[in-house]
Every structure is written in C-alpha cells, then in structure tokens.
C-alpha cells in the first residue's frame, strides 16, 4: 500500500474495500428496543466531552508539538479539538471475549455484521460532514508510519493531504492499551442545523447523563448478526426471535442462517 492509499484509508476518502466488514456490540435488549427501526438502524454517537480516555487527544497532540513546523498548525488542530463532537465507535475485532463483556453488556448481547463499504457510501450520500477511518495504536508499525510522514517538512509542501492528516491525527491516535479494540472511529462534524438540543439524546451511565446524537442507517448496512457467547438452546430461541424481529422491520434480506453464534464456549 502506497502513500496516497494509506492516507487515503486514514482520512476516509478511501476507508474500506469490497466485502469488508466492521462490528457494532450491543446489549440484545438495546439492539431491539432502540437500535432497530423499520428499515433502518439507529446508533448513537457519544459526545467527545465524555470520552472514557480524557487524555487520548492530549496523547496525539504531544506527538504534533513535537513536530518541526509552523505551530499556527498545532494551534489550530488543538483548539479544533471538538471540531467533530460525536463520534461513533465500530471494531474490526470479531466475536472478541473483552468486546462482547465491555460493549455488549456481557453475554446477553448481539454484535451486528455491518457490510463497511456500504455503510461508507450511505455516509458519503446523507452524511456530508462526517469521516470514519480505523485508529492508530502508539507503538505499531501503523503509527510509526504516521510519526514518520509527519516529521518529513517534504509532505507539508509536497502532499496537499499532509495538513488534513495532521488535524485528523490526534482524534484517531490512541494507547496501545486499547489496541484490542481494534476500533474504527466514525465522526460527525456538527452543522448548524444540528446545534440546538432538540438534536440531542440522553442516557444515564454509571450515574453521569451523558449527550449522544442519534445516526441514521439504512438497513441494507446491516449484513448479518452474531448471538453472544451462550448455550445451543439459548442461542436458537434468541436466533428465531431476532429473525423475526429483523423480519417484522422490514430486514427481509437476512437469512435466519446468517444469525451466527459466537464461537466462544460457555462454562456451565
């Protein structure tokens, strides 16, 4: 993979290639009581302002500082900091034990299927304001890439793309702590039609009621689900019950055999 492609995949011009897939891990009771509408699917966008890593953009920023260039460039990428302030969280790690307990609300949960591509075109389409893009881990070759290209002074005059990578850089940079994630981070830049609070959504986590902002999905983004780890018997009627679910909003493109179960054994 070239420059251009890699820079390309990072500022999501280019994101995905055909048939890739990304997951969404949820709770069942989430999925079927808020996330699935009648042809379409309804995610939430959580606030950059309550992040559980309040430090991650800090992280990213330390590595611009560091950077031999005009620091109006630093300056202006960090007082940006909430120029996208919803993003919404994807992963690129299937049917993952730590993904299923943290995101999924443990066990009782579904990971949806999401065909990538589509749902990069559904964007591009209704979406104008938004980019999605995976994230750099500190300490892979990925990042190392990335340090490099910004560090050469030759990209800043020779590459038009460096500035928007350099602004982009440190909301998808994060620790290598988090590196199971496998996360790929879907951003909303605010609109002004899309400031006043009649556009926001509340939910109470761990005793803070935290803003999200609702996204819209066509149905066709969805391309299969997963049952979360769980016995043969639980998995069919929780498999039947989802198909007809799926069926009831109008998802009649999944087949009952694409609700997959997951891999992982369950100790009774």
Same mark, same amino acid.
Not at 100 to 118: R, T
């Given at each position: 993979?070239?420059?251009?492609?890699?820079?390309?995949?990072?500022?999501?011009?280019?994101?995905?290639?055909?048939?890739?897939?990304?997951?969404?891990?949820?709770?069942?009771?989430?999925?079927?009581?808020?996330?699935?509408?009648?042809?379409?699917?309804?995610?939430?966008?959580?606030?950059?302002?309550?992040?559980?890593?309040?430090?991650?953009?800090?992280?990213?920023?330390?590595?611009?500082?560091?950077?031999?260039?005009?620091?109006?460039?630093?300056?202006?990428?960090?007082?940006?900091?909430?120029?996208?302030?919803?993003?919404?969280?994807?992963?690129?790690?299937?049917?993952?034990?730590?993904?299923?307990?943290?995101?999924?609300?443990?066990?009782?949960?579904?990971?949806?299927? @999401?065909? %990538?591509?589509?749902?990069?075109?559904?964007? =591009?389409?209704?979406? !104008?304001?938004? $980019?999605?893009?995976?994230? &750099?881990?500190?300490?892979?070759?990925?990042?190392?890439?990335?340090?490099?290209?910004?560090?050469?002074?030759?990209?800043?005059?020779?590459?038009?793309?460096?500035?928007?990578?350099?602004?982009?850089?440190?909301?998808?940079?994060?620790?290598?702590?988090?590196?199971?994630?496998?996360?790929?981070?879907?951003?909303?830049?605010?609109?002004?039609?899309?400031?006043?609070?009649?556009?926001?959504?509340?939910?109470?986590?761990?005793?803070?009621?935290?803003?999200?902002?609702?996204?819209?999905?066509?149905?066709?983004?969805?391309?299969?689900?997963?049952?979360?780890?769980?016995?043969?018997?639980?998995?069919?009627?929780?498999?039947?019950? @989802?198909? %007809?679910?799926?069926?009831?909003?109008?998802? =009649?493109?999944?087949? !009952?055999?694409? $609700?997959?179960?997951?891999? &992982?054994?369950?100790?009774?």
């Amino acid at each position: 993979m070239g420059k251009e492609d890699i820079l390309d995949k990072y500022l999501g011009i280019a994101p995905f290639s055909d048939d890739e897939e990304i997951y969404y891990y949820v709770s069942s009771e989430i999925f079927v009581n808020g996330i699935i509408r009648p042809n379409e699917l309804a995610l939430w966008a959580g606030h950059v302002d309550y992040m559980e890593d309040q430090m991650e953009f800090k992280k990213g920023m330390k590595v611009l500082k560091a950077v031999d260039i005009d620091q109006s460039y630093v300056k202006t990428t960090e007082s940006n900091k909430n120029r996208f302030p919803y993003q919404l969280s994807f992963s690129k790690n299937k049917d993952s034990v730590p993904l299923w307990k943290i995101y999924g609300g443990g066990f009782s949960s579904v990971m949806l299927i @999401l065909d %990538a591509k589509k749902l990069w075109e559904f964007l =591009n389409k209704t979406a !104008k304001y938004s $980019i999605i893009t995976e994230c &750099i881990y500190d300490g892979t070759k990925e990042a190392d890439w990335a340090i490099e290209f910004l560090n050469d002074k030759r990209n800043l005059e020779k590459n038009k793309k460096y500035v928007d990578f350099f602004e982009v850089f440190p909301h998808i940079f994060k620790d290598s702590h988090y590196m199971y994630e496998q996360e790929v981070r879907l951003f909303y830049e605010l609109q002004d039609r899309d400031s006043n609070s009649e556009h926001y959504k509340y939910k109470l986590i761990d005793g803070v009621l935290k803003k999200f902002k609702e996204m819209h999905f066509d149905k066709d983004v969805l391309k299969a689900l997963m049952v979360g780890p769980c016995v043969d018997k639980v998995y069919e009627v929780n498999r039947d019950s @989802l198909y %007809a679910i799926l069926r009831a909003n109008g998802f =009649n493109h999944i087949r !009952k055999d694409e $609700i997959l179960k997951s891999s &992982i054994i369950v100790l009774r």
